[in-house]
């Protein structure tokens, strides 16, 4: 039999969570981690090289995508919102970013009948001893029609960078930005507007189901210098998401 999740109501972090897809480091009365710390997809320049930040809680959204049920609930969720901001009758295509971005965009074309697309990520430089892959969106399958309104959908925002590439390629091609839909906007900066170096003309609302700021950290900070001393931390959390749930349950 297969699995059946509970929707929690309005609490779309912790539905996520019953897919399993949802890890928040479990500490102690003191406040010391009982579980390892995550990696972020953000980095920065450290003494030795390019460092990634880290914290406590990762949504793994991949953990909802299974199932139809969940992401037809986020997806109207995020369409009630969409409709109330902008006005669904002006989105001609949802773009799903890679790869999170995915299956929420196909639900949210589906919830709506409007059409839905992917960009695609194509690699333009190997990984070598001392530097990593380098790769650049481009639309692969599908195309940017001139005069389109586009909502850019992804999973998780956080540090909009591949945001702002995707709504370069978009506007390349005359297609319109009207908005990003994400199921959680985790970023500390960017409420509920973002504005675009390659859209200047207006800034682009962000609609997301979860508003959650949450912190992250240099590998240096005291606030995590220890642990990472230690080696409790898990840089890439969807390769050791096991780990994490084990970390999460043995906590608990």
Not at 40 to 65: C, H, L, R, S, W
Not at 111 to 136: F, G, H, M, Q, Y
Not at 194 to 217: G, Q
Request: net charge neutral.
């Amino acid at each position: 039999m297969h699995r059946i999740i509970e929707i929690a109501g309005d609490r779309h972090l912790e539905t996520l969570g019953n897919c399993g897809g949802c890890y928040i480091c479990p500490k102690s009365p003191a406040g010391l981690r009982l579980g390892p710390l995550v990696g972020y997809a953000g980095t920065y320049n450290g003494p030795d090289g390019k460092k990634q930040f880290v914290g406590d809680i990762y949504a793994n959204f991949a953990m909802a995508e299974p199932y139809p049920k969940v992401r037809k609930f986020f997806a109207g969720g995020i369409s009630v919102k969409l409709d109330a901001q902008i006005d669904l009758t002006k989105i001609d295509v949802f773009c799903g970013a890679p790869i999170g971005g995915y299956s929420l965009a196909d639900a949210l074309g589906s919830c709506n009948d409007i059409p839905s697309i992917k960009a695609e990520k194509k690699v333009v430089a190997l990984a070598t001893a001392t530097s990593r892959e380098k790769s650049k969106l481009v639309f692969a399958r599908h195309g940017v029609e001139s005069g389109l309104g586009y909502v850019i959908v992804e999973d998780v925002c956080n540090n909009f960078s591949t945001t702002e590439e995707l709504i370069a390629l978009i506007c390349s091609g005359g297609g319109k930005v009207l908005a990003i839909a994400c199921f959680l906007n985790r970023s500390l900066t960017v409420e509920s507007f973002y504005c675009s170096t390659a859209s200047s003309s207006h800034p682009i609302p962000v609609i997301s189901l979860v508003r959650e700021p949450i912190n992250e950290w240099k590998q240096d900070d005291p606030a995590v210098a220890e642990d990472i001393a230690k080696g409790n931390v898990v840089l890439k959390p969807k390769d050791q998401w096991d780990r994490l749930m084990k970390a999460t349950k043995v906590a608990g």
